[in-house]
């Protein structure tokens, strides 16, 4: 079974300051992975996925990870944070395209002006 | 492209009544996904529909139940609701065909309050 950990509940940055949301991974066999990002009141909005084709993913607004296999890790990054990237944030992981996500708990990412 | 609806977007039902969601996917997407969200548990797994066939299914109990037309419009149904039941329950499409280009994308949800 998959499963999926992110570390820190809660991530408070300054306004220009670099981004840095953990998500680490288990899984038998070479996953799919997904980071989504929630506004309040709405449901989830794809920011990229990691399909294999390319270690270093490029998402919306400004937003990559990259996969590391040795460490089981699927980091986000952003190199400079704005107001408006304040939300919750999720990484999922799954093992093929047709069966179910599995989430982590999710991080609410802050930023102080 | 018009993205994944779900109707309503807000619910508010008593204990023991029964509620209906419904969800239209992406047009050309075949398979709908359900998941529930809440405070405590996170983002939960329900059930998926894929050519009005239930291909997979979570740890729920069975008060919890779905189907999918032919259109790929899907409803899910939750009976004797408990207060438990308070969630933003979530609905996902894709086309269902499986492999890296597949992709879940999610609707708006709805917030079920249970009184």
């Known amino acids: 079974a998959q499963s999926v950990t992110q570390l820190g509940s809660h991530v408070s940055v300054s306004e220009g300051a670099l981004v840095l949301l953990r998500c680490n991974y288990s899984s038998s066999v070479p996953p799919y992975l997904f980071w989504y990002v929630q506004y309040p009141n709405q449901g989830l909005q794809l920011l990229l996925k990691?399909?294999?084709?390319?270690?270093l993913v490029k998402g919306i607004n400004g937003f990559e990870a990259e996969f590391k296999k040795s460490e089981t890790s699927f980091h986000l990054t952003k190199p400079s944070a704005h107001m408006s990237d304040a939300a919750e944030y999720f990484c999922a992981v799954t093992i093929s395209g047709n069966t179910p996500l599995v989430f982590g708990k999710g991080t609410r990412l802050s930023v102080i002006a | 492209k018009a993205g994944v609806t779900q109707t309503p977007r807000y619910l508010i039902k008593t204990r023991g009544q029964q509620v209906t969601l419904s969800c239209s996917p992406i047009?050309?997407?075949?398979?709908v996904s359900w998941y529930q969200q809440t405070p405590g548990q996170g983002l939960q797994f329900l059930f998926e529909?894929?050519?009005?066939?239930?291909?997979n299914k979570g740890n729920f109990p069975g008060r919890f139940s779905g189907r999918q037309f032919s259109n790929s419009r899907s409803e899910m149904n939750v009976s004797t609701l408990e207060l438990g039941d308070s969630a933003l329950y979530l609905c996902?499409?894709?086309?269902?065909?499986?492999?890296?280009?597949?992709?879940?994308?999610f609707g708006p949800g709805t917030r079920l309050t249970v009184l």
């Open positions: 996902a499409s894709s086309s269902g065909v499986g492999g890296g280009t597949d992709t879940q994308y």
């Open positions: 990691y399909t294999s084709a390319a270690t």
């Open positions: 047009s050309g997407h075949r398979s």
């Open positions: 529909y894929f050519s009005e066939t239930q291909r």
